[in-house]
């Protein structure tokens, strides 16, 4: 047993027996290398890594591999998951020094922390070009013992060049209607036309980008910007990334086709898609785009909410093979024709065969397919289809499951939050905004302490040891102002002003531009500063989003600014590199649009005041903030929410105000002059 024991990181627990002995990130394990004389290895993955297991079963459960490094290094172990601001930093080392990176990330590292030599997976045997681990391990030791001072000189170059990488995008000014037309440009030009989506393989779901075209078609009326997502939407649906069973979306498409996925599923990834089809249908009225959005909301209830109410991080990709009893990837949700016919019968098993594109030749490995659906499959009326797939499920629920990394990230759930209330108010299903409530308690009473800073995971309950990092803030903080408008409880407001709050006191510099972690924080090699949008938001453009929502909330003059400020990169990076600042293009049309404000007055067991909320929700202007709530107090406040401040009842209704850049419209009972205002889908 190694020092991984008792921690609440499950990556690391898978860990906990290996021969390695491993150290989690601490200032002891750097003491001991100082003391020994010798390099740190630093190894970071994550629990749904594939080449993170596989590297794991070849190298960290080999004996002779682990006597090896437990003599000449010491060994620490990250969870990318818990620790993003180490994996940030280091990643920017290893990116720089190779071109590429990724994870198992491999990194060696003076008793300083500074690193000299990088790598990701490296496999037992010389293969592909790639040197063998422990050839690696030796080359390192040899240099470490027999050139010192070459190994300080490129040490201590690495961290002068990462030190000379600091942004100042906060002096960039406030992207206006050309940034947005520029990045407009820039994404028709990397769009797959064919298949949807951009770039080629693997295909990552562009879904901050998706939201951005919404928002951009809402604001602007561009046929193109809707098109490319509607496309994409429908490709993805129907690809072998999307779980035509069970829901949900996989990490990514390893060909350009969306065919075969890595089939880890993130609670981010889905989190993020789910509110993307349910803009979608709000924009559309789509019926696929309302059902995936349903589906991969359910798929997060069943699979990922945890007992104590909050998301688990993720699934595995691999799961046990019945027949070879090795873990493998796909293994739980390919399909083969025989197996088809023994679940469904002759018939109907031939025609799910059609309808989900399951092949004799395969379209996955060992002649198995990744279920899709093809756009020229057979037709099935509701019933059917719905046999057909219960007894599917039925039959995939008797295999080995994948296995489930159940930590709470409190970025990732803050995205849950905001999709599960939408998705509930959308689609009138209390349940997911219940849900979504239960999360946002969990984040208040485990993640948040008394002066409202956030631990970045939890696990069965219990806190981590972690600080939250600038996401954990930003995604939290929306998550909490999208259950506000959807529950018109003001406390969510209060609690995301609390956050904000620190965002501007403890992340930003002087400029305006944002940092991943607080000034307090513990100090690594760099402060990391990432502001670009990736598999998730960055903190940078998560925070932006989130300050600017509530100073519309608000009317706080200080939180616009800051949110304008920080929005300085979108204006640097938006023409250029619109595919990575995605979620920051989506937060600048709020910008650029208002964002509008409204406030929605009545008592709450009317029904009127009722379908005008609804109808607010459903409004398409990009970022729009909504405020629900009984007229003006006694005293002229607007008791929870600032914007129901001198708000009154029209004509003994319920009422509707809508404002925008310091200019209101006039009041209104009406749902269709409501829509109208917002440029809403009528209920």
């Given at each position: ?7 609440t990181?499950?990556?690391l627990l898978q860990?906990?027996d290996n021969?390695?002995?491993w150290?989690p ?6 003491e001991e290398?100082?003391r ?11 629990s749904a890594c594939?080449w993170?297991?596989v ?6 459960e080999?004996g002779p591999?682990a006597a ?5 290094f010491?060994?620490v172990k990250?969870?990318r ?11 920017e080392a290893v ?5 590429q ?17 990088f790598?990701?997976?490296?496999p037992?045997?010389?293969r ?5 681990f ?9 240099a470490w ?14 961290v002068?060049?990462?030190a000379?990488?600091q942004?100042d ?7 206006g209607?050309?940034e947005?037309a520029?990045?407009l440009?820039g ?8 298949r ?5 393989a693997p295909k ?7 939201e951005f ?7 602007t ?7 490319m997502?509607v ?8 690809g ?7 829901g949900?979306?996989a990490r990514?498409s390893v060909?350009?086709?969306?065919v075969?996925?890595?089939?880890e599923?993130m609670l981010?990834?889905n989190a993020l898609?789910c509110r ?12 696929l785009?309302r059902?995936v959005?349903l589906e ?11 007992e104590?109410g909050?998301f688990?991080s ?18 739980y949700y390919?399909?083969?024709p025989?197996q ?6 002759e018939?109907d ?7 989900f594109?399951?092949t004799?030749?395969?379209t996955?490995?060992?002649?198995a397919?990744?279920l ?5 499959g057979?037709a099935l009326d ?16 008797r ?7 159940d930590?709470v990230?409190?970025?990732?759930n803050?995205?849950a ?17 219940e849900r979504a409530t239960e999360a946002?308690?969990l984040l208040?009473?485990?993640?948040m302490d008394?002066?409202a ?14 600080a939250?990092?600038l996401?954990?803030?930003?995604d ?7 259950l ?16 904000v ?6 992340f930003a510099a ?5 940092y991943?972690t607080?000034?307090?924080a513990?100090?690594?090699?760099r402060?990391?500063q ?7 938001p ?5 925070a932006a ?5 509530y ?9 616009r600014t800051a ?5 300085g990169v979108?204006h640097?990076?938006g023409p250029r590199?619109?595919r990575?600042i995605g979620h920051g293009l989506?937060?600048a ?16 067991d009317?029904?009127a005041r009722?379908?005008l909320?609804?109808?607010a ?16 107090a006694?005293?002229g406040?607007g008791?929870?929410f ?5 708000r ?6 319920p009422?509707a105000?809508v404002?925008?850049?310091f200019v209101c419209?006039?009041?209104t ?7 109208d ?6 209920p």
């Amino acid at each position: 047993m190694n020092r991984l024991a008792g921690v609440t990181s499950p990556y690391l627990l898978q860990h906990a027996d290996n021969p390695v002995d491993w150290w989690p990130w601490s200032p002891e394990a750097f003491e001991e290398a100082r003391r020994r004389n010798v390099p740190v290895l630093l190894s970071v993955g994550y629990s749904a890594c594939h080449w993170c297991h596989v590297m794991a079963h070849e190298s960290f459960e080999d004996g002779p591999t682990a006597a090896f490094m437990n003599e000449h290094f010491v060994n620490v172990k990250v969870d990318r998951e818990e620790r993003p601001d180490i994996d940030a930093v280091y990643m920017e080392a290893v990116q720089a020094a190779t071109g590429q990176g990724g994870w198992p990330m491999t990194v060696f590292l003076t008793p300083d922390a500074e690193p000299f030599y990088f790598g990701t997976y490296f496999p037992p045997e010389p293969r592909h070009g790639m040197p063998s681990f422990t050839q690696v391990l030796e080359g390192v030791r040899t240099a470490w013992a027999g050139r010192p001072e070459e190994v300080a000189e490129v040490a201590q170059r690495i961290v002068r060049d990462l030190a000379g990488r600091q942004l100042d995008y906060g002096k960039a000014g406030v992207p206006g209607p050309e940034e947005l037309a520029g990045a407009l440009l820039g994404l028709t030009r990397e769009y797959d036309a064919v298949r949807g989506g951009f770039g080629g393989a693997p295909k990552f779901p562009p879904s901050m980008v998706l939201e951005f075209l919404l928002r951009h078609h809402a604001r602007t009326g561009s046929e193109g910007a809707l098109q490319m997502a509607v496309d994409t939407c429908e490709a993805m649906a129907r690809g072998g990334i999307y779980d035509q069973l069970g829901g949900g979306f996989a990490r990514y498409s390893v060909d350009r086709e969306w065919v075969v996925p890595h089939f880890e599923k993130m609670l981010y990834d889905n989190a993020l898609l789910c509110r993307v089809y349910a803009h979608l249908w709000r924009a559309t009225g789509s019926d696929l785009a309302r059902r995936v959005a349903l589906e991969t909301a359910d798929f997060m209830v069943r699979e990922l909410r945890t007992e104590q109410g909050g998301f688990a991080s993720a699934l595995d990709a691999d799961s046990e093979d019945p027949v070879s009893g090795k873990h493998v990837e796909g293994a739980y949700y390919a399909w083969t024709p025989a197996q088809f016919a023994e679940v469904l019968g002759e018939d109907d098993g031939a025609l799910a065969q059609a309808y989900f594109g399951v092949t004799r030749e395969g379209t996955f490995e060992h002649g198995a397919s990744v279920l899709q659906l093809p756009q020229d499959g057979p037709a099935l009326d509701a019933e059917r289809l719905a046999g057909i797939k219960e007894r599917l499920l039925a039959s995939r629920a008797r295999r080995p499951a994948p296995g489930r990394d159940d930590k709470v990230v409190a970025a990732w759930n803050g995205l849950a939050i905001a999709a599960l209330a939408e998705c509930g108010a959308y689609f009138e299903r209390p349940d997911l905004v219940e849900r979504a409530t239960e999360a946002a308690d969990l984040l208040v009473r485990v993640h948040m302490d008394g002066s409202a800073r956030l631990a970045r995971t939890s696990r069965d309950g219990r806190v981590g040891p972690n600080a939250g990092v600038l996401e954990d803030y930003g995604d939290v903080a929306e998550g909490f102002l999208a259950l506000a408008s959807v529950t018109g409880e003001g406390v969510w407001l209060e609690f995301a002003g609390f956050l904000v709050d620190l965002v501007m006191a403890r992340f930003a510099a002087e400029d305006g531009s944002l940092y991943d972690t607080a000034h307090d924080a513990e100090r690594l090699i760099r402060r990391p500063q990432d502001p670009t949008d990736t598999a998730a938001p960055s903190g940078w453009t998560a925070a932006a989003g989130a300050l600017l929502s509530y100073a519309a909330h608000t009317g706080s003059q200080p939180h616009r600014t800051a949110a304008e400020r920080a929005l300085g990169v979108v204006h640097a990076l938006g023409p250029r590199a619109p595919r990575f600042i995605g979620h920051g293009l989506a937060v600048a049309e709020a910008l650029v649009d208002g964002p509008r404000e409204v406030a929605i007055v009545g008592h709450p067991d009317d029904p009127a005041r009722a379908a005008l909320h609804r109808t607010a929700l459903l409004g398409t202007a990009p970022g729009a903030v909504v405020a629900v709530g009984l007229p003006r107090a006694a005293d002229g406040s607007g008791g929870e929410f600032p914007l129901l401040a001198e708000r009154t009842l029209v004509r003994d209704l319920p009422a509707a105000y809508v404002c925008r850049h310091f200019v209101c419209a006039r009041p209104t009972t009406e749902l269709v002059e409501l829509a109208d205002q917002l440029g809403a889908v009528r209920p």
